[in-house]
Every structure is written in structure tokens, then in C-alpha cells.
């Protein structure tokens, strides 16, 4: 005879986790405060002018949905983090109405349009972004030299990829990579730099150009949060140690992109295959901002693993096409809205099977 079982039904969720919207937007925009401090110490006060504008026009437009629809989304952090990302996306010295015009484009169009958090197709801070990019071309590439170079007239207005983009149209192939390219032709390096790199070359028996320093710390010309790889590398830890990120999107996406640069980045400079400097590439532009913080946002990406590396790889291809043949020195930002576009594609064709259900068929 068996024994009767008394269970408690409930309505699902069945199971709850501690995470919340807000704990992992704050934790976000604290993983981030290091690398956009540095920003503002590298570029001044001007730096930290554009971030407010970015995230006071960011709030202030959740805040008008929020009265529209009845909601109340002010405090779960999303709005001040979409804010926060896309001033790290603007250029230190940028007329201020850029910075505003992506934020209310970012919040209005790209988010609310589509039913607020969680029903935008694409991640709201590269669409303000680009949308901006494209509006006011001009003013999203004009760049001011961190306070290092503060003597240096010459390339004031040149980003290392910018400076390369330019450099090689008439190119003939006289370097070996380009941090070569760049020493040959005058770009400026930190005095920190050229003593880094000779104690590498000394201790190992190298003879690596200079560059590769200014680029991990920061001490280059870019947009406001994306100069320090190590800053936003650091961040990063605490978000894989609070798995608020997992590693397939980045890990997918920075392999991708380094194997085709170590296959064809050599071309360009009259070298052969599998003879790309990966890791110039890696710590140039905002490869590293765009990886870990922006590729990964739950709501753009992939529900499955399979999809996430699928993800992941495709941004990393779009990235390498776009910044070695494109016309433009980046491609992280159309990258990741472009494979954004093809998520609900690859969540079709990657699902889960539910166990015991032949598909279009019914139950077995």
C-alpha cells in the first residue's frame, strides 16, 4: 500500500535567487567606477563633465517613461549604467550634446520602444552610441591627448588605431606589426614605456617595440573609460567571482578575434600568415570594455552556452572584418548590435530539447 505524500503546490517560481536587477546593475557600474576614475584623472575635469551629461540624460528619460507607463525602474541601476557606458564611449573633450542626444536615444528608442528592461533587441548604450557615431561623425573622432603628452600638438587627434587606419593607406611595409608602425612613424610613447620595454627586452632577449605599456595601463588618447585594459580587466574579476558573467561570451569572443588576427593581421605590413600581433589588438580600442561589460548583457545575448560561444564568435569575426578591412579604426560597437540583431536566431536553433517531447509532434 502506498504511502500518501502531502506536497505543497505553489505558483512558480518555485525557486528563488538572491540576485536582484538592481544588485547586479550597481555591481556592474562599481566594476567600472576604476577604469572611468582613471579616465577622468588621464583627461581632467572635461572627462568627468561628459560622464554626468551621459548619465544625467540617461536617468532623466527613465524617469519621463517611468511617469508615462506607471513603472518605477529609477533604482534598479539600469538607466545610471546605460548612462555610465555610454559616456565611456564618448570622447573626453566631446561637445556635450553628443553624449545626451545617445543617452535619450539609448533610453527612448532602443529601450522603451520596446517595452522597457528586458524587451530591447539590442544593448541600448552601443545603439546611443552608434546612432551618435554616425549623426556627429566629426565629434565622436576627434581625440585629446592624455595629460602625458600634454606638449605633443602632432597626432592630438589620433587614437593608435586611428593613427594606423591613416598611416597604412599608402603603406609599403617597411615595419614588423604595429607597434613598430607607430614607433617609425612618431607616435608618442610615455617615458614609463620605453623604460618597460627595455627591461622586458633586456630580461628576456626580446626586441619588442614600445607601446604595448601606455596601452595595458591607459596612457593613450581614446574614449573616456576604454584606455585602461587593466583597470577593466580588474573589474572583471569580481564579476565572473559573483558569476553575474560567464566566461563563453568573452572567452569566444577575444579567441575568435585573436586567432584571424594572428592568421591575416600580419598581411598588411608584408609579413605572412599566422604572424599577427594579437596582442596589440587585444589591448587596443575598446576590445576589453566591449567583451566583458557590453557583449555579455543578459538581455542581448544568448539564453544557452551553445549560443553564447556562437555569439561570442561571431562578434569576434565581425570585429576583426570591420577594424582590419572596414573603414572605420574599431568595430567593437557595430559588432555586438549587428550579432545582437541575430540572437532570437540563434536561441531558435540552439534551445534545449525538453526531455520526453518529439518536436512538433506532442508529447511522446
Same mark, same amino acid.
Given at each position: 500500500m502506498s504511502e500518501k505524500l502531502n506536497l505543497l503546490v505553489e505558483s512558480s517560481p518555485q525557486i528563488h535567487h538572491y540576485e536582484s536587477t538592481a544588485s547586479i546593475m550597481w555591481s556592474v557600474v562599481l566594476c567600472l567606477l576604476p577604469a572611468?576614475? &582613471?579616465g577622468i584623472w588621464l583627461f581632467g575635469t572635461k572627462a568627468l563633465v561628459v560622464l554626468v551629461?551621459?548619465?544625467v540624460a540617461s536617468v532623466l528619460s527613465e524617469a519621463?517613461?517611468?511617469?508615462?507607463?506607471?513603472?518605477n525602474t529609477i533604482l534598479d541601476g539600469s538607466a545610471f549604467l546605460t548612462g555610465l557606458l555610454i559616456g565611456y564611449n564618448m570622447p573626453p573633450a566631446v561637445p556635450l550634446y553628443v553624449p545626451v542626444m545617445a543617452s535619450v536615444f539609448a533610453i527612448l528608442v532602443v529601450k &522603451?520602444?520596446?517595452g522597457g528592461l528586458g524587451g530591447n533587441f539590442m544593448n541600448p548604450a552601443l545603439a546611443g552610441r552608434v546612432f551618435v557615431f554616425f549623426s556627429w561623425t566629426?565629434?565622436?573622432?576627434? &581625440?585629446?591627448m592624455p595629460k602625458f603628452f600634454q606638449a605633443v600638438d602632432t597626432v592630438s587627434s589620433a587614437t593608435p588605431l586611428g593613427f594606423l587606419k591613416t598611416g597604412l593607406i599608402d603603406y609599403k611595409g617597411a615595419a614588423h606589426g604595429p607597434a613598430?608602425?607607430?614607433m617609425q612613424n612618431g607616435y608618442p610613447h610615455t617615458a614609463m614605456d620605453g623604460r618597460f620595454t627595455q627591461w622586458i627586452n633586456n630580461l628576456f632577449g626580446t626586441h619588442l617595440s614600445g607601446g604595448y605599456y601606455d596601452l595595458f595601463m591607459g596612457n593613450i588618447p581614446g574614449s573616456i573609460g576604454e584606455v585602461s585594459a587593466l583597470l577593466l580587466l580588474l573589474g572583471t574579476v569580481y564579476l565572473f567571482v559573483r558569476?553575474?558573467?560567464? &566566461?563563453?561570451?568573452?572567452?569566444?569572443y577575444l579567441l575568435t578575434f585573436g586567432l584571424f588576427v594572428w592568421i591575416f593581421g600580419g598581411k598588411r605590413y608584408g609579413l605572412s600568415f599566422f604572424q599577427g600581433d594579437v596582442l596589440f589588438h587585444l589591448l587596443s580600442g575598446g576590445l576589453i570594455l566591449g567583451a566583458f561589460f557590453m557583449a555579455t548583457d543578459m538581455v542581448t545575448s544568448p539564453l544557452t552556452r551553445k549560443g553564447m560561444i556562437i555569439f561570442g564568435a561571431g562578434t569576434g569575426l565581425l570585429t576583426f572584418i570591420i577594424r582590419f578591412y572596414g573603414s572605420f579604426p574599431e568595430g567593437v560597437s557595430l559588432s555586438i548590435i549587428l550579432m545582437n540583431i541575430t540572437v532570437p536566431l540563434i536561441d531558435k536553433?540552439?534551445?534545449?530539447?525538453?526531455?520526453g517531447v518529439i518536436e512538433n509532434k506532442g508529447h511522446v
Open positions: 572611468g576614475i &582613471w551629461a551621459s548619465i519621463l517613461m517611468n511617469y508615462v507607463f506607471k513603472k &522603451w520602444a520596446f566629426h565629434q565622436m573622432t576627434t &581625440w585629446t613598430q608602425f607607430l558569476k553575474i558573467i560567464t &566566461w563563453e561570451i568573452p572567452v569566444s536553433y540552439t534551445k534545449t530539447k525538453r526531455f
